[in-house]
């Protein structure tokens, strides 16, 4: 959410000292997730249908998903990327915890396959793997992708029944999927069920 202080100029003043200490707004626009992929030279904003889950598959991890459509009322034009982040299941449950993602991550051409990740030196036991996958209408891939992974994920509540927290992880290499890009980048505040 954005906060534009021009919205409450004709707002009696306890009325808009009220809104903006309800929405947490300043003279700073409120800080936004980021989710994007890089094509070329260009990054495109994958901000359209945002989808977080936590699902109950294993093995356990985070999903960060979301869509650029460059032509909303054309069909078949959008692209898709998900940020995939598989969890350690005994980290599940254990309390905050701060966590380094570093390494390489190979993806196979066929989706059905596990990918391998290869952890670098500061990696942190408690994720399995992390990986950017893509998808359009464009064709299926002919290599595997292979990724280097670098960022934190930052778990503030880890309990039985809920996981929360913030997801900072940049990409590089060639992306999984049928829209391949050269990098992605997920700064993601998450709050989700178990």
């Not at 945002?50 to 034009?77: K, M, Q, Y």
């Not at 299941?89 to 309390?95: H, I, R, V």
């Not at 997920?186 to 069920?193: N, Q, Y």
Request: hydrophobic share 35%.
């Amino acid at each position: 959410m954005r906060c534009n202080p021009s919205h409450y100029r004709r707002t009696p003043w306890p009325l808009a000292l009220l809104l903006l200490s309800l929405t947490a707004c300043d003279s700073k626009e409120a800080e936004e997730d980021t989710l994007r992929v890089k094509y070329g030279e260009t990054w495109r904003d994958f901000d359209e249908e945002r989808i977080e889950r936590l699902p109950s598959v294993t093995p356990r991890g985070l999903w960060f998903c979301g869509t650029h459509d460059p032509i909303p009322n054309a069909v078949d034009d959008e692209t898709s990327v998900c940020i995939n982040v598989t969890l350690d299941e005994a980290l599940l449950g254990t309390g905050p915890a701060t966590l380094t993602l570093e390494g390489t991550t190979t993806v196979p051409v066929e989706t059905s396959g596990q990918v391998a990740f290869t952890p670098g030196a500061g990696h942190s036991p408690g994720v399995v793997a992390a990986w950017a996958n893509t998808g359009c209408f464009g064709a299926p891939p002919t290599e595997p992708s292979v990724q280097q992974v670098k960022g934190q994920l930052v778990l503030e509540h880890n309990s039985d029944v809920w996981l929360s927290g913030r997801l900072k992880l940049q990409l590089t290499g060639t992306l999984a999927g049928s829209c391949p890009g050269s990098a992605a980048e997920a700064d993601i505040e998450f709050d989700l069920p178990r």
